[in-house]
Structures are given as C-alpha cells and as structure tokens.
C-alpha cells in the first residue's frame, strides 16, 4: 500500500521537529563556553538536555512511523502534545519577553489541527492498521 499524503506530512512534522533540537543540541555544546559566560538562563545543561530528549524521542517517533508500527499513532500524539506542552511551558517560564504571543498562540493551534486531521485521516488509520500482504491464516475452518 502506498503511503498516504497524511502520514508523509507527518513524517515530515516530525523530521522538522527532530531536526530542530539536534541543532540547538549541536548549538549548546559547540557554544557551551560563550552560553555559561554571559549566564543565560536557563543555561547550557538545560538547552541540552532538552535537546537531546526531543532528538532522541523524535527519532524513535520517525522510526515507528516508517515501520508502520499500529502504535505509532499514539506515539506520535505524544510527542507532539508533549513538545507543544515542553515549548509554551519554556516559552511563559523561561524566556523574559514575548511581544509576539498571539502569533505563536495561533500558529500552535493551525499546527495541533493540522496533526489532528492528519493522525485521524481514514486513510492513515488503515495505513497503520493493515496487516502484512504475505502474513499466514489458518484456512482450515474444521474444528474438531
């Protein structure tokens, strides 16, 4: 079966979502002495803390989904809830100002809606849903 435009636009979602921590990981280490210098909060440790758990979950995310693994799906509600969740959560605790909130507000909304169609689209669900076009039956109907 050919994969869905559905399940392509969110193995690209989340290939953009895992490419953008391995960056910042890559960022926060090859910077570590100029971020622990002028003290930014909440420092280097964290920057790559995070980075690292979204690269790491974001590819275990992108692998299940090119497996076809029947879990996937779930998997992927998490990661994106939880990376929405991680990055507002960062956003109104960490950052000091955000003059643009409404913006960002309204761009996480098209996004969350966009996966949301794109996660419950028919041809999606029975994308991850099929069985294997070579898998054995019994075809013995007698019961004895």
Known sequence: MKRPFAVTS????????????????????????????????????????????????????????????????????????????????DRLLLQIASPNWPFALGLTILLLSVAALDLFNKKAISYFCQRERHEQTNTNQDTA
Request: charged share 10%; glycine share 4%; with cysteine.
């Open 10 to 89: 969110l193995l690209f979602a989340v290939l953009c979502l895992t490419a953008w921590s391995a960056i910042r990981l890559y960022a926060s280490i090859v910077n570590w002495n100029l971020l622990t210098e002028f003290a930014s909060r909440p420092g280097p440790i964290y920057i790559a803390a995070t980075a690292s758990f979204w690269t790491l979950s974001g590819l275990a995310t992108w692998t299940a989904l090119r497996r076809r693994n029947p879990r996937s799906r779930t998997y992927l509600a998490i990661y994106v809830l939880g990376y929405t969740f991680w990055w507002w959560a």
